[in-house]
């Protein structure tokens, strides 16, 4: 069975750093594509960062230059570092692991809040 425990999301004055993780157990994060997502209220779900298989990592132009994706497969946990935050960046973050079959599997999510 599949699960994750998401953590490090809270509050925090704009320009500050907060950095999530996702602990996986049931799936190994190596020879999957692992990704986050996050939902604004009101918005849908979009894409942050995602990290291929291959270990090719893509980010939204939104957060590039801010924020950095990384995976420990040791701890078989990833991990989303956020800096210089922005009060748009408030967001409901998720992870995200798909498998080499394209079944996806996702974190409950995690809140951050920006303060201005």
């Known amino acids: 069975q599949v699960h994750f425990v998401e953590s490090g999301g809270g509050l925090v004055p704009a320009g500050g750093s907060l950095r999530l993780s996702c602990a996986a157990s049931g799936i190994t994060l190596s020879n999957n594509a692992v990704g986050w997502y996050r939902q604004a209220p009101g918005k849908q779900r979009e894409l942050v960062a995602v990290?291929?298989?291959?270990?090719?990592?893509n980010y939204a132009d939104s957060v590039k230059g801010r924020f950095t994706s990384s995976r420990d497969y040791a701890k078989n946990t990833m991990y989303l570092q956020m800096n210089s935050l922005k009060p748009e960046d408030t967001a409901i973050y998720y992870c995200k692991i798909v498998s080499p079959s394209f079944r996806a599997y996702w974190g409950q999510g995690t809140q951050v809040t920006v303060s201005s």
């Open positions: 990290i291929s298989s291959g270990g090719s990592t």
